[in-house]
């Protein structure tokens, strides 16, 4: 499931990608998913702000703006196509987690709750798009204790939601209607 949940997560950030990456990785989820993206229309060069991170830590995140909890259009087609993927198997086992983070700028408490709400914003997000709301099972703040790895606290791209992805232990096969 593992390694599903990273070819998921990669694909999904077509537009974070090297074109040439991002062409590839396209086709490859619509022929195994049966997904089309729309981002993949138009896969562009890689974010600025994203040239220094892993490709892993831009997989599997949704980045926000400073002090900002809501989704911008590539992030809302970023999360539609998750959740179309997410109703396919093997992916239709798969539960989530959702982990707000923030930047050290400003307060930490109110850092905090701002990680909060992003995690929240998403997690509503993708309780509309799935079967089975209950797939997400955890949305939770870490603010701005743990920073993206090798990331000044203050950088941009601490401003993020977490997605992480287990095999569900409550679904037996694909999704039930009701879930």
Known sequence: MARY????LFCLAAP???ASQADELCTTLQQKYGVASPACAGAQPIDARLRAIPAEAIESHIFFTQGGSRLNPAAKAQLEVLAAVLQTPPMDRACLQLVGHSDTVGDEGA????AQRRADTVAEFLRGQLSGANRIEAVFSEGEARPLDGQPGAAAVNRRVEIQARTC???QGSIQPGL
Request: positive net charge; charged residues 5%; without cysteine.
């Open 169 to 171: 232990p409550f679904l």
């Open 16 to 18: 974070a990608v090297q």
């Open 111 to 114: 850092n905090l709750r701002l």
């Open 5 to 8: 949940v990273l070819f998921l």
